[in-house]
């Protein structure tokens, strides 16, 4: 686990002034990764560095040769298209890199002149995925929402025995992951009807968002040699926002006993900056489990997980339907919750999926599952807020939601903040139902 | 669908003698694509067409400009370490390949001497994954094997009421799928221990093998632009073998709620070539329903698949302990069975995935299922063969197995055979399960 050092210095100032506003989500003590191209540009995409208002061309650091050392070789496989090349140099690599923007982005550096023409305005950027995604796996881990769920489905057993000693996923889609700001039409499919008539067919009509944490694997390891416990951490590049788009009627139907497919697989919203391990050092917590639960087997335990294995990451969910944004209202929240209530760490994730000996590769993903919290108002789906679309949330201007209508957008928000640290944010994962094809 | 063209002609010879034998896998007729390069040596990977006991190599083709117009096109796309480049050039291109091929490796060609530069005999080749497998999603599409799974768990109702409707599928992990004779170790991992208990934990003591057809996507479709049925079979690439190995006991005690996860994703064995679409269409076999079954949706529908979706290619396992091997005897037949029993078929399932607007891209992979037949001896896994476990096969050495032990290899064999046609063959796909690691 990374150990506080000097990029982490809640003093630290940036020459670049957008970066020193206490309420900015990119502050010097950030430097979040991802993929970028000028908007409308004919450029190749490459890895870029959020700070303040702008981007860090890692391309632009890689030419004029700012760079020495390790930092200099992240900063050429950082200028690839995606970033898999950097994640998989691990955290040495990484944590040289971080420490050379950091000294080269402090007000008072003598490198100010030559990083200020490798500056990109985040208002002038088109983000692309900031890795390929050879696969992605999603997790299961917010008991509240797997108990949630389970009530829906089974309201006098709904959490079933494996839950608390398996870090329950599946493996997901990777094709259809996009990055925010990509809309996409509601989905067509089939859905169940009342016993013995042929199933329905046509647009998802209980169309929901799962908001989740995004989890990058840096290095990879072989087939047949499981990542352990005490290794898991140096295994994990960052965290981002994902939007596990969901058409519930289509699921229902479909995912018996094969588990969710199309009911996942037209869409996945990741937000474009990608905030490193490193950079949350400060923002590590204690993992627990409450004392009437059984303790987890031996390969998913150690000291270190126990004592920083969570991430104190505050969750946010707005809603922004069409009324709204043509009335110019601002986005409505519709949760608030922390990712430190997950049931099982990443570290924990990591380990267990590869303790069957299942390989890894740079840039493979894996999604949290929905982070529900224990309290009313932290749930990270409607189908949660709404019981099953039972129970519709009526909106502050009035209108009312069971599920998602076409024209709606959801943004997902991220952030740590506490007293003594800087505020490390991690923007928005964005994305709109477009009204089905016919 | 392809019609048959002059490189179906039964009475085609090649001037490579070996291509000539009549039980042979490879003859001028088949021309099946896969990635080689000469075991031991430090070649690239690179497309490879078998011909007999021979290897077209690609990259030799193209570099000895033998090839004219879209054939010369395909040439140098099949040169690159994998073939997607080549699968996604959709099929006018791969047919223009295929004859010209055809044509070069004809007796009496003209371009004999330049093609035979071109080869690589198949003793000395080492094969790697004919394609980078973007996203491989295995399907569900034999109601046998689902039927006798269903009884192992409810026996009263084996088979859940989507089955009919649905091409169920879920998605896979595609860092695991290895070619041909990759061994991999036997998976650790949780089992099901009885109530109130810890869940037991080591080396899987159920492992298995499925036996399935691979179907390799070629063209791909955009976010939200389903490909229709239409549409579905000049989107195929071709077709190879696919052991999705199973450990059971890991599978039964994590797939609810959301599916098989580690007790597949360790290992997943493909045979090195892929049989064309085209190659296969003097095999291509109505599909049916029983009548007593619903008839699918009409998305799922149409004329041409009724009238030749299907596809007849004889599938048999054989184990090879490490007995038998030390014995110099040679491997066992533990099933006969044929794809043409699938309840779905290739354009189906590929309709299907699609229909929500899930994007397909240039080689991703899909699994037929296990492709058990309606006769005893047709069963394409051992927890069928036995029961689930509890009636050994006897083997003709005198051997038990319920499962496989540390040492057994299972080889899949497929083949296409008919009076008037030429003999089609798959080659193997072959791996074996070494002792766990510590």
């Known amino acids: ?41 004919n450029e190749a995409l490459r890895g870029g560095v959020a700070i303040g208002d702008q981007i860090v061309d890692l391309a632009a650091v890689h030419s004029a040769g700012i760079f020495d050392g390790l930092a ?14 950097l994640m998989g140099m691990g955290p040495a690599t990484w944590s040289a890199l971080r420490l050379a923007l950091s000294k080269a982005l402090r007000e008072g550096s003598d490198q100010q002149q030559a990083m200020a023409a490798c500056l990109v305005p985040q208002s002038e950027a088109q983000y692309g995925m900031p890795a390929h995604i050879g696969d992605y796996t999603d997790f299961y881990a917010s008991i509240h929402h797997a108990t949630n769920i389970g009530k829906l489905f089974r309201p006098n057993n709904p959490l079933l025995p494996n839950y608390q000693w398996i870090p329950i996923g599946y493996h997901g889609r990777s094709s259809s992951i996009v990055v925010s ?21 046509g647009a998802s009509t209980r169309m929901d968002y799962e908001l989740e944490v ?23 590049f960052g965290l981002c926002l994902l939007n596990d788009w969901s058409a519930r009627d289509i699921q229902a139907w479909e995912y018996q006993p094969l588990g969710p497919f199309l009911g996942k697989s037209f869409a996945s ?46 969750l946010e969910v707005l809603i922004e339907t069409a009324q709204m944004r043509d009335g110019g209202q601002s986005p409505q929240r519709l949760s608030l919750g922390n990712f430190r209530h997950a049931y099982w760490t990443a570290a ?3 380990t267990h999926h590869t303790v069957n000996g299942c390989n890894m590769r740079p840039g493979d993903f894996f999604g949290s599952g929905t982070m529900s919290g224990p309290e009313d108002g932290s749930q990270g789906a409607l189908i949660e807020l709404t019981r099953g679309g039972k129970e519709p ?27 003594g640290a800087p505020r490390i944010g991690f923007g928005e994962a964005r994305g709109m139902v477009l009204p089905a094809r016919n």
Chains 1, 2 share one sequence.
Not at 214 to 236: C, R
Not at 276 to 286: D, I, S, V
Not at 397 to 418: S, T, V, Y
């Open 72 to 85: 200099a070789d992240a900063a050429l496989a950082g200028s690839q298209t995606t970033l898999n090349a």
């Open 269 to 314: 919203t990741i937000s474009p900056w990608i905030i490193t391990t490193e950079a949350l050092a400060p923002y590590r917590t204690a993992w627990t489990r409450p004392e009437d639960h059984p303790q987890p087997l031996p390969y998913l335990e150690s000291e270190a997980n126990r004592a920083s294995g969570g991430f104190d990451v505050q």
């Open 214 to 236: 995004g989890i990058f694997v840096g290095g990879g390891n072989e087939l047949g040699q499981p990542i352990t416990i005490d290794q898991a951490e140096d295994h994990i």
């Open 1 to 41: 686990m990374t150990s506080l050092n000097e990029t982490h210095d809640p003093n630290l100032r940036s020459w670049i002034a957008s970066a020193n506003d206490a309420n900015g989500d990119f502050p010097i003590q950030n430097l979040p990764f991802g993929a970028f191209k000028r908007a409308g540009s």
């Open 393 to 419: 949330l009526t909106l502050d201007n009035g209108q009312e939601r069971k599920f998602l209508e076409d024209g709606d957008a959801i943004i997902l928000r991220g952030w740590c903040q506490k007293d």
């Open 181 to 201: 700001g990509t809309d996409f039409p509601r989905p067509v499919g089939q859905r169940r009807s009342p016993e013995g008539q042929p199933p329905g067919f």
């Open 348 to 350: 924990q994730m990591l």
